[in-house]
């Protein structure tokens, strides 16, 4: 990959981490809207590596305001995964070069294309911001 979107790969995954040499999901995707795309999300602390309790805090806080979900994403968008049955996010990445970049506990910053992200993941949803 050719892409700024590369030298974030390979970095490792820190429970809490928000950049530049490590990063948790919500971490990784708060640096890259700021820094790429001149997004600010605020800063979300949880106690334990739970996307859930950072999605509530998100979904209460002002800026939630400016997130429409899309259905076809491009670069910037946010993208919410679950898997199985379970109905809210467990994990986030954000879009860029049409995949998605994310931090993944256990395997560090990836990037995977959103085909291999839809056949992982039994749940996708991506979120454009609009201000």
Do not use: T
């Not at 995964?81 to 995949?99: E, I, M, P, T």
């Not at 970049?101 to 949803?125: D, K, N, P, T």
């Amino acid at each position: 990959m050719n892409h700024w979107a590369a030298s974030y790969v390979g970095l490792p995954w820190v429970n809490g981490g928000q950049g530049p040499q490590a990063f948790d999901c919500w971490g990784l995707v708060r640096h890259v809207e700021r820094q790429h795309f001149g997004i600010e999300l605020p800063i979300i602390s949880v106690e334990a590596a739970d996307l859930r309790a950072v999605m509530a805090a998100f979904d209460g806080h002002a800026e939630r305001a400016h997130w429409r979900l899309v259905d076809f994403p491009r670069d910037g968008d946010a993208v919410l995964l679950g898997r199985g049955r379970k109905k809210h996010a467990v994990h986030c990445g954000v879009v860029v070069a049409g995949s998605v970049l994310h931090a993944l506990q256990g395997a560090g910053v990836i990037c995977q294309s959103i085909r291999e992200i839809r056949r992982q993941w039994g749940r996708f949803e991506f979120y454009r911001y609009c201000a």
